[in-house]
């Protein structure tokens, strides 16, 4: 307003207060890029069900994995993929780091068309659908991204 207004201030007042404004001001942060993300993993986000019990799968910046039970008090679940720290699981799957399933190995079941279709823990199985869990699971890819 000081610099495009009326406001009864000497040009060179007005010129002082935008100086002092402008070195105040924080630079812009940089721009966000995104990711190249791993799809393996990437296909595994969104929504899956534990019966009709819904959990939502997240990406998480340092490349993990997050299951999170939705509208329920239960702790989250974190995975990290086997080229972590903890490494591959010994059938390829994604090692659980902590909550519920820390240490247990999440594995994905794929469909003819290499999609995810149930995802294995623990002995529950999530799928993308509510309700009972398929009767047939497609055997295990080999690995649990791939």
Known sequence: ??????????PGRALELLDIVGEQTQPLPREW???????ELLELTGYWYQGPRPHSVQLEPDG?????PV??????SRFRAPASRFGRTPRGGLAGVDGAYAGEELRVRRGPDGRPVA?????ARFTR??????????PPSGTAAG
């Open 64 to 68: 993990g994995l997050l299951l999170r």
């Open 33 to 39: 890029v995104p990711q190249d993300l791993p799809r």
């Open 71 to 76: 509208s329920t008090r239960t702790k989250p």
């Open 1 to 10: 307003m000081v610099g495009n207004a009326g406001t009864g201030l000497s």
């Open 129 to 138: 659908d509510p309700g009972p869990a398929p009767a047939e699971v497609p």
């Open 119 to 123: 995802l294995e823990l623990a002995g």
